[in-house]
Every structure is written in C-alpha cells, then in structure tokens.
C-alpha cells in the first residue's frame, strides 16, 4: 500500500496562493488516480479534486473551481494542487488520496496524513 505525504501547507493572507504536493514514499503517483480533500473543524471531510491516472479526466467542487488547480509532476511522480486566491473559509486540513480505479469515481484506497492550511490577515 502506497504511504502518501502531503506538504506545503502554512499560513496565507487572504488571496494569497499555496501549492501542496502529494508523494508517495518510495515510489511514483504517476500511475494513480489521486484526489485532494480537506476537513474544517467541525465539518465534514469533502472533497475538493481529482486527477484520473492517465490525467485525462479532472474534477473540482463548484466552491474551488477556477481558484484551484490538481496537475501531475511526472517528472517527480508526484501531485500537486495550486490554490490561488484563498479565503478565510479555505482554513482546514488538507489530504491527498489514492482513489481505486483509473477515473476519479472510485474509492479512496489511501490517505495521506494531512497539512494544515490557514488563510488568515
């Protein structure tokens, strides 16, 4: 089983940016389907995009789409997600995930341990 780790996370003004990047201890996400994820306090985990294996299907929540973007590294094996203009509700605990299957419609295998991400003035 892949053991992911996320980093990149901190402490952001308001619309500032963040990139996190998900790998994978000892080996290569190239051939995964991997999600990214975040959970607030006092809310529920959601989901916020995913990147099919062969990177040719790519999905977001409507509350990030536009502001965030999942792409691969192939050159690293690894995945990244570039949020630009984050806002205060953006604060929460950031996952990457492998998800079963080669489209992003199957379930998550693997989590990593998550990064914290705080937007805040």
């Known amino acids: 089983q892949v053991q992911l780790v996320e980093s990149g996370g901190g402490l952001v003004q308001p619309g500032g940016s963040l990139r996190l990047t998900c790998a994978a201890h000892?080996?290569?996400?190239?051939?995964?389907?991997i999600g990214w994820f975040r959970q607030a306090p006092g809310k529920e985990r959601e989901g916020l995009a995913c990147t099919s294996t062969f990177g040719d299907i790519k999905n977001y929540v409507h509350s990030v789409e536009g502001r965030f973007t999942i792409a691969r590294d192939n050159a690293k094996g690894t995945v990244y997600l570039q949020m630009d203009n984050l806002q205060p509700e953006d604060t929460a605990v950031y996952y990457c995930?492998?998800?079963?299957?080669?489209?992003?419609?199957?379930?998550?295998?693997?989590w990593g341990q998550g990064t914290q991400v705080t937007v805040s003035s």
């Open positions: 995930a492998r998800k079963l299957g080669t489209s992003c419609s199957g379930n998550v295998q693997s």
């Open positions: 000892g080996a290569t996400l190239n051939y995964y389907t």
